[in-house]
Structures are given as C-alpha cells and as structure tokens.
C-alpha cells in the first residue's frame, strides 16, 4: 500500500472510527457496554467499512453521509467475530483476550447481541438512501452469516465435504458480509439499480477470494507476517479448500494428523497451493472486471488499490 493511498485511507478510518464510538446508552449498564467498547477497541483493518464508503463516494456521495451504512457493515461484523469466537472456542482475538474469556460467556453471548443491534440502530441514521430497503439487505445478510456458520459447523462432524458444498458455506459465512458492505456504500449514495448490482456483484467475488486466500495463507504464511500460528486450521481438523482438494486428488482423507511440515510435503505433492492459488486468483480477477464496468473517478481507483492491497496481502 502506498503512502499516499495509506494516507487517504485513514482520513476515512477516522470518520469510521469516530462514528462507532457514537454508541448512546440508555442506562448505566457496564456488564453490557464494557464488552462492547472492548472489542471495538481490538481494531482490525475496518476493510468492509473501508469499502461502503468507496463504494459509495464512487457514485457521489459523501463520506459524512455513508458513515452510518459503514459503521452499521463494522458493527455487524464484530457481531459475527464475538459469536465465532465463543463456538470455535478461540482465546485471542488479536492478540488480546476474547470477550468470553475475559468475562464469560454469557456476557458474551449479551455483547454480540448488542452489537448486532447497534448495526440496525447505526443504519437506521442514516440521512440518505432507502432506509428499508437497506435494513431489508442488513437483516437477510445477517441471517445468511449464521446460515453460513452453521454449514461451517456442521462441517465438523462430516467426513467429506465437497467443494462446491465449501463454496456456498464461504459464500454465506464471509463472502456475503463484504458484499454487503459494498451494496450498502451504492444504495447509500441512490446509485442506479445497474451500479448498486455491479457493486454487490464486485463485492461477492472480492469476499471469495479474501476467504479462499485466508484459508491458503494459514499454511503457507509466514508465521510472524501472519501475525498468528499457522496450521491453526488444521490443528483443528477444518475443512478448508485445501483439504478438500487434497482429499479429491489423493483419495485420502487420513492427513489430519500429519505434522505441519509432512502436511505441506503432502500438499507440494499434489500441488494444491498452486491449484488453490488460481482458484482466488480467478475471484480476484472478477473483482477486477466489475471494477472496470464502474465510472472512472479518484474512488473507484481507491476501490481498486484496495483490492490490489487484499489480492497481495501477506497476512
């Protein structure tokens, strides 16, 4: 990422920032507020609300406008990390303690609920757009996540797993959310129906090829540029798309328990790095032609070097 473009970006960030901090209480509740301003403060890269924003500003509207849309896409998505976080039992989120670890479940379960209503109250300020239909796109979504969360569990106890059965649960679990993001950001500025579609449509192959090179770097990262352990997933014996291959070209599925260096000779063998490589590479080049279709301006350049910083990405 370039300076200049880094630059930029965080001039954004900050609105985002700011808007999420805007969370009014009601009542002085901080078993209930405390967990929340916790896990905003775990501070990702914001990438979804990067691209509502874009998104939007593509089609001429202004960042103060779309702050709320962009807020609403974080606040949805940190819903999704704290629920996931308890049902895969995880014990850091970046690098910090998880919120059912530090507190209890429960309490976490309370925060996650809180998030996802703060998501529908976020949206609903927004002073532009078509706020049902926009909340009409936040609630399918939303029901699509835990559709695709509970495909991804019910992965555990299934031997095999095919990979278009894969495809449709990545699809529902991550790719939806990013999506998402990027409709909400044209709907935000009263974009065409055309433009609104391409967005959504650039916004899905973005999501696929983000998960599939997620699953492809937890094996073959650099542990300290990935910033956590790798092999992670299969320690844990997840069905990822390089399992799945492997499992397809070799016609055995008894390498959970190989060691990670074995596992990576097992899968050079085969060549699954390079055959999953290509598969989000091709995602990543849809993303590219759905870009090109948008109009030429400073924003859809920014969507684009987004998009060159995620397909390049180390981590």
């Not at 405390?34 to 509207?61: C, E, N, Q, V, W």
């Not at 996931?84 to 925060?111: E, F, Q, S, V, Y």
């Not at 014996?237 to 990670?260: A, P």
């Not at 590479?281 to 060159?308: C, I, R, V």
Request: proline share 3%.
């Amino acid at each position: 990422m370039t300076t200049p473009f880094k630059n930029i970006l965080d001039q954004y960030l900050e609105i985002i920032e700011n808007e999420m901090a805007r969370i009014d209480s009601y009542q002085n509740v901080p078993l209930f507020y405390d967990p929340i301003h916790y896990m905003l403060d775990l501070k990702g890269k914001r990438i979804r609300p990067l691209l509502t924003l874009l998104s939007a500003m593509a089609f001429g509207g202004k960042a103060e406008e779309a702050k709320y849309a962009a807020a609403a896409v974080e606040l949805l998505h940190n819903f999704t990390l704290v629920h996931d976080d308890i049902m895969d039992n995880d014990a850091t989120r970046r690098g910090k303690p998880t919120i059912h670890t530090k507190w209890d479940i429960g309490t976490a379960i309370l925060a996650g609920d809180g998030l996802m209503g703060l998501a529908f109250r976020k949206l609903l300020q927004s002073p532009r757009g078509d706020i049902p239909a926009m909340m009409g796109r936040l609630t399918e979504t939303m029901i699509v996540i835990c559709e695709g969360q509970g495909l991804d569990k019910m992965f555990e106890n299934m031997e095999n797993v095919a990979l278009d059965v894969y495809l449709d649960m990545i699809g529902r679990k991550t790719a939806v959310l990013i999506e998402m993001a990027c409709e909400l950001g044209g709907m935000a500025a009263e974009a065409d129906p055309n433009s609104i579609r391409t967005l959504k449509e650039f916004g899905y192959a973005l999501g696929m090829g983000f998960q599939i090179q997620d699953d492809y770097l937890d094996i073959t990262a650099d542990e300290a540029v990935l910033g956590k352990k790798i092999g992670s997933d299969l320690q844990r014996h997840k069905k990822t798309i390089l399992t799945i291959l492997l499992r397809e070209l070799s016609g055995d599925n008894d390498f959970f328990n190989l060691n990670l260096y074995d596992f990576k000779k097992l899968m050079e063998t085969f060549k699954v790095p390079d055959k999953v490589s290509n598969i989000y590479m091709d995602y990543f080049n849809t993303a590219y032609q759905k870009l090109a279709t948008l109009p030429s301006n400073e924003h859809t350049l920014h969507l684009t070097e987004l998009t060159d910083f995620l397909k390049n990405r180390s981590w």
